[in-house]
């Protein structure tokens, strides 16, 4: 493993649901990133922060809303989502805030929307 | 379409032989990483290879970078079963005033046994 954790691992919930997915590392990294993976599409990504700021947010819908309490901590609270919401969200960190160095990434949450 | 795409999108061989898969991209760079996901996992980053760079190597791993063509190898030598995986290029991206990577779709390698 990467020293990159996130939980849960699966989530089933229905359109109604609020649920939220976190992430965490303890690798000292100064940056976080959300990323969508659907099936045969380019990894998506959906948000990144830097020093718990959010500083890209990928044309999201606002049924997806992350927060970054501190630098080791990354959460997306979802409410009201779609079917077409269904994806693998993988969350990744790096030590350099302008994304050009080496992400480690997390084992994903498989979140089926029913 | 996407700045990488990789080549072919699906790749079957015996252990044993090589695997070679491209990327290709359509902006100016100035890294280009490859990545592995095994089935339903996160990614794992296999190697880094900046634009001043033509071949890089690590272990049974050689990547190639031609800026002049925008293109990218990934050649695994002597495979494994254990390298069955999807591979994924990354290359950097300025926009809104940050980099970011930007990844394809992928290449799914089957190594049989």
């Known amino acids: 493993e990467t020293g990159v954790t996130q939980t849960p691992r699966h989530l089933v919930m229905g359109m109604t649901n609020k649920k939220s997915l976190k992430c965490e590392q303890h690798?000292?990294?100064?940056?976080m990133y959300w990323y969508k993976q659907s099936a045969k599409k380019p990894l998506e990504l959906m948000f990144v922060?830097?020093?718990?700021?959010?500083?890209e947010n990928n044309s999201v819908p606002s049924r997806f809303s992350p927060e970054c309490p501190n630098s080791s901590h990354l959460f997306l609270h979802l409410h009201t989502l779609q079917p077409e919401d269904s994806a693998l969200y993988l969350c990744?960190?790096?030590?350099?805030?302008?994304?050009?160095?080496?992400?480690?990434f997390g084992p994903g949450t498989r979140l089926t929307v029913l | 379409s996407q700045q990488g795409e990789e080549d072919p999108q699906a790749l079957s061989i015996q252990e044993g032989e090589n695997a070679t898969m491209n990327c290709s991209y359509k902006?100016?760079?100035?890294?280009l990483q490859w990545y592995r996901q095994n089935s339903g996992r996160g990614l794992v980053h296999l190697i880094l290879?900046?634009?001043?760079?033509r071949e890089k190597h690590s272990g049974r791993l050689r990547v190639t970078l031609d800026t002049s063509k925008k293109s990218s190898s990934l050649l695994i030598t002597a495979s494994r079963a254990a390298d069955t995986a999807s591979y994924f290029c990354?290359?950097?991206?300025?926009?809104?005033?940050?980099?970011?990577?930007?990844f394809g779709t992928g290449t799914r390698l089957k190594v049989l046994a």
């Open positions: 922060y830097n020093f718990k700021e959010q500083t």
């Open positions: 990354a290359t950097d991206v300025f926009t809104s005033g940050t980099y970011k990577y930007i």
């Open positions: 902006t100016s760079i100035n890294n």
């Open positions: 990744a960190s790096s030590p350099l805030t302008s994304g050009r160095g080496e992400q480690f």
């Open positions: 690798l000292g990294h100064n940056a």
């Open positions: 290879i900046r634009s001043n760079e």
